[in-house]
């Protein structure tokens, strides 16, 4: 019998691999089928409800089952099956009744023939069932022939292979896709699944983030803590609270609250007023933040405040020390103050509010706890020290101190020479008098004055002040000056406008910081003129002198009457006695008063005389000398009074005769 393969022999090896394949194909496809969504359903339930180390070590224990059973249902059958050539060839026959068990046959006696062959020794020309070799070759053609037309591998049928086949790769196409776009959540559910003690979590389908974990407020203040959501955006949120140190033990929290989150995923949450320091947990959907620490501060205050007053030089005062920050002193004077905390800070300030508006000074940090800082008193106000420890806490209601100065009175002036309106010459040397005064002294003086504008010519330009000389500073400054015209550029018809503006040293609380005596004019006339004026004066007074000597001689001659008619010593005055004497008393005072007057104006015009250089200095030393003889007066005699009333009408008369032989 020919040992090479036939055709026959070719189609059932082709029907053995067919068969092959088919259950390869099957096994795996009801294997893919059964473990792969089992294996998808556990991870979307483990990601969904976060299974505790428990659930997932019974979750491991589960999978591995349930791959056993599936390898040993689906795999194991497929791998032990026998698909050898008689197998292959009663699974044809099983398809084909044609063959009536003659292709069963077939294989077997081509397998004895193949074995026979290779046999050593004599061959018998026989096989088992004492058939010949002739007969068995027959047959065999005949199956041979028969089998040569029909379509053996089709025996293996595929259909039942298509649609688990389908769903296998459909549920491996799922499964490349999961894995594909989230390859980290593929390898997480691999490690808590294959290590389900160990401590992989799945990221959270919300996660909060921009949450500090450590926050500081102080003591009394609300915290304010803000956030982020991202991924899945819940509505709302809650957070929970416990008390420092105290741990997640307690069954309840301290306290809890919740909170809205905006549609972008910002949110705000506020707790306290706190007054110890708390920890809590928050948890908006999935996601848990735990751990956040809120410390609360103690702010510092002030212990305790030391200053020291330098009050200004012209003062000439000692420094004074208190133990008070509220300021009463004389503006200008320089505040040292030395702070005290009660705890360790790290900055210190003060703050001013008043007059001046608002602004801050620094204060200089000789230790944790104390500072050193100064300022100068210029207006009314208030200060506070604001103390700001490490974290920038400070009091809301810091050491307020109130800024009441003392003024630095300004000087008071008054022109008492010449009066309010006057006629020099241009050449004139004016001699002014001034009386001013001040708390702590007068610095500077200084003359402004202007021309006045005339109708149809410009506008005088700006005159420099003259100076006052002051050698020292004076309280009570009783002064004189003279004002030399001639530098002033003056000419017949000017008016001048003048006032003495006086300085004092030192700071003062009003805008103003002279003072100025009332405005004076000046009428600028020629000499000729001047010396009119100066004559007619003159006559008014001898007029009046005059007048004064007759009402001393009528006054005279009542006192000899009175003293004829005064009763002898020791007896009673008689009430018209008293009245008369009365009267006559009256009538001396305002004779007194008016001879001071007359005096007053002898001695202007003896001023202006001289201010102008219009007569000789001998003369203007008579009129002094008259003037003066006429204010003492009032302290001698009557009897000598009229004796100078007359000999001044002479003399008065004497200087106008002389002044017209002058003229002449």
Known sequence: ?????????????????????????????????????????????????????????????????????????????????????????????????????????????????????????????RFAGGLSASLIEAMCKRVESAA??????????????RRPAAGAAVTLLVLSLVVVSRPGLAGLWIRRTLLPFSDAAWPRRTQITDVEQQYRVRRGDPVRITGLVTGEIPRTGRVEWQPAGQGR???????????????????????????????????????????????????????????????????????????????????GTRVDLTL?????????????????????KAVTLTSKRQGQGSFTVTARGRYAVRLHDAYGFTTDTPATFVIDPIDNELPAVRLTRPGSEHRVTPATRLRLRFEADDDFGVTAAAIRWRKRAREGVDEPAPTAPVTVPVVTPRTQWDGQFAWD???????????????????????????????????????????????????????????????????????????????????AAGEPLMPADVRRVQIEQHRQTRMLRQVGRLSGRLADVADELADSFLVDSERIEGLHALAGGLRALGVGPMKQAAAYLRQARAALAGFAESQDTGER
Not at 100 to 113: P, Q, T
Not at 292 to 319: G, K
Not at 340 to 360: H, I, P
């Open 1 to 125: 019998m020919n040992d090479d393969k036939t055709n026959l022999d070719r189609q059932l090896s082709a029907v053995r691999s067919r068969w092959i394949v088919r259950d390869a194909v099957l096994s795996l496809a009801r294997t893919v089928l059964a473990l792969v969504p089992a294996y998808l359903v556990l991870g979307w339930l483990d990601y969904r409800l976060d299974f505790p180390r428990g659930a997932r070590a019974a979750e491991l224990v589960c999978l591995v089952a349930w791959t056993v059973w599936v390898i040993r249902r689906f795999v194991v059958p497929a791998v032990t099956l026998k698909r050898g050539a008689c197998a292959a060839a009663l699974r044809v026959e099983s398809v084909y009744d044609r063959f009536g068990g003659r292709l069963i046959s077939r294989v077997e006696f081509r397998d004895e023939a193949r074995m026979h062959s290779r046999r050593p020794g004599p061959r018998s020309p």
């Open 148 to 161: 040569a037309h029909l379509p053996l591998r089709a025996a293996i049928d595929m259909k039942p292979v």
């Open 249 to 331: 033990s307690t069954a309840r929290p301290a306290g809890y609250a919740s909170f809205d989150v905006a549609a972008g995923g910002r949110f705000t949450v506020t707790i306290g007023p706190l007054l110890e320091p708390i920890t809590l947990s928050m948890r908006i959907g999935d996601a848990r933040l735990d751990g956040v620490h809120v410390d609360v501060v103690v702010p510092p205050e002030l212990a305790s405040i030391e200053a020291v007053y330098h009050y200004p030089a012209f003062t000439r005062r000692q420094p004074d020390r208190v133990q008070s920050g509220d300021v009463r002193v004389l503006v």
């Open 340 to 360: 005290n905390a009660d705890r360790d800070v790290q900055r210190m300030e003060l703050a001013f509010s008043g007059d001046e508006g608002e602004r801050t």
């Open 485 to 567: 015209l001639a530098s002033a550029d003056l000419a017949r018809g000017d008016e001048v406008e003048y006032h003495l503006e006086v300085t004092d040293a030192g700071l003062h609380l009003t805008q103003e910081k002279m003072s100025v005596s009332a405005t004076h004019v000046l009428t600028v006339v020629d000499p000729e003129s001047l010396r009119r004026s100066l004559e007619a004066r003159l006559r008014d007074a001898f007029g009046e002198l005059d007048h004064l000597t007759d009402q001393q001689q009528a006054g005279r001659d009542e006192v000899e009457v009175a003293i004829v008619s005064l009763p």
